[in-house]
């Protein structure tokens, strides 16, 4: 059963099963960066439209957090949101997604907590080498200068 998705008053077709999806490299995506955010857009008939984006939060150590990520449903099972992933790694390099659960008592309203999809889409992008990290933010404790002494081996 074909299907379409209305964006701009526009149709973009699409198909209900995976095995018959019209490849995404017909529809010319691109993807736009403006200050840790990387927005996906595709080309049909010659208009644009955004279809996807990408937030990265950067901590006080300057690590990129995945703080949020969207690939219209229509669009998704398709590598566009590793698409969007790897735009970032080429930009900032290591690229963090949290394991920290949705209900976990975070300070400051830390809310890097990942969906289903957000989940299998870390996963997926260990599992293809790309250069993420699955980590708690909770696992980057600061150490004290009483922790370093002058003896002690690095």
């Known amino acids: 059963m074909n299907c379409a998705l209305r964006l701009a008053g526009a149709l973009l077709p699409c198909h209900d099963r995976p095995m ?3 490849p995404i490299t017909d529809f010319f995506p691109r993807i736009a960066h403006v200050s840790g955010t990387f927005t996906l857009y595709l080309t049909v008939g010659g208009q644009e439209y955004e279809i996807g984006e990408l937030e990265l939060y950067e901590d006080e150590d300057d ?4 703080n949020h990520i969207e690939v219209n449903d229509q669009w998704q099972r398709r590598g566009l949101g590793r698409q969007l992933i790897q735009a970032a790694i080429r930009i900032y390099g290591t690229i ?14 830390d809310t890097r907590h990942l969906s289903f999809e957000g989940a299998a889409l ?3 992008c260990v599992r293809n080498g790309l250069n993420v990290q699955l980590v708690h933010p909770n696992s980057f404790m600061e150490r004290s200068d009483d922790d370093f002494r002058d003896d002690d081996d690095y």
């Not at 690590?63 to 995945?66: A, P, Q």
């Open 20 to 22: 018959r999806q019209r």
């Open 96 to 109: 963090y997604f949290s394991t920290q659960a949705n209900n976990e008592a975070v300070e400051d309203g």
């Open 122 to 124: 870390a996963n997926s």
């Open 63 to 66: 690590r990129n957090w995945v």
